[in-house]
Each structure stands twice: as C-alpha cells, then as structure tokens.
C-alpha cells in the first residue's frame, strides 16, 4: 500500500473519528446531566479549549511535516482546520444562544464591554472561510 492509499484508507478516517470524540464526550455529558453546577460555563469552556488546541495541532502540521519530512502530513492539515472551525462555531453558539438568547442589544454591549470576548469574536470572524 502506498503511503497515499494508506493516508486516504486509515489515517484519514481515524483522525476524523478522533476529532469527534470530544463533541461526543460533551454531547455524553450533557444528556446524563455531567456538565456540573454551571453547564453553560462548562460548555463554553471545553469548546473553546477545544478551539484553541485544534488551532494549534492545525498550525503545528507545516513545522511537523518539514521536522520529520513526512510530507503527507500536510494533507490532514484541512481537515484539522475545519474542525478548529467547527469547535469554534460551537463555542460562540453556546455563547450566543444560551449567555445571551439572541439578545442582539446585549450581545453588542457584550463585545465591546469584555476585550477578551471582543478578541474571540474577532477570532471567529476570522475562521470564516473566505
């Protein structure tokens, strides 16, 4: 098997799994009430710790891939990233829908009253994809 045939066939497919499992454990945790006294904190927390660590597996792949020379490293890269997305969508969701419900007024004053929630907008909005 080649080392593409092995990419597309294994590794691809087991890092897809593996990132999901985090969105699982939460999900697990959430229907058996496990997210503590405070679940809309721990939601925002672990997804956004989530965010932040997929972000810096996804930027760490391009150091990694000319470290070792494994150049089908960088085929994972995408993926990573999406799911860095995907993180981060879920994390602001959280933040949107169950700090503030919708409420455009207070999330706006939210963002310019808090620096760091005016960063990870800014973040977010960044991870748009162009």
């Not at 004053?109 to 005016?118: L, S």
């Amino acid at each position: 098997m080649t080392p593409t045939q092995w990419m597309s066939r294994v590794i691809k497919p087991a890092l897809f799994a593996l990132c999901l499992v985090p969105a699982a454990l939460l999900g697990w945790d959430a229907l058996s009430h496990h997210l503590g006294a405070n679940p809309v904190e721990t939601l925002n927390h672990r997804t956004g710790l989530w965010t932040l660590r997929l972000l810096l597996i996804t930027l760490s792949v391009t150091p990694f891939r000319r470290l070792t020379g494994w150049n089908h490293a960088i085929r994972l890269r995408r993926m990573l990233g999406l799911y860095a997305f995907f993180y981060a969508c879920l994390h602001f969701s959280t933040w949107l829908v169950f700090d503030h419900f919708f409420n455009l007024h207070e999330i706006a004053k939210d963002i310019v009253k808090r620096p760091y929630i005016t960063v990870g907008f800014a973040a977010w909005s960044m991870l748009i994809p162009g």
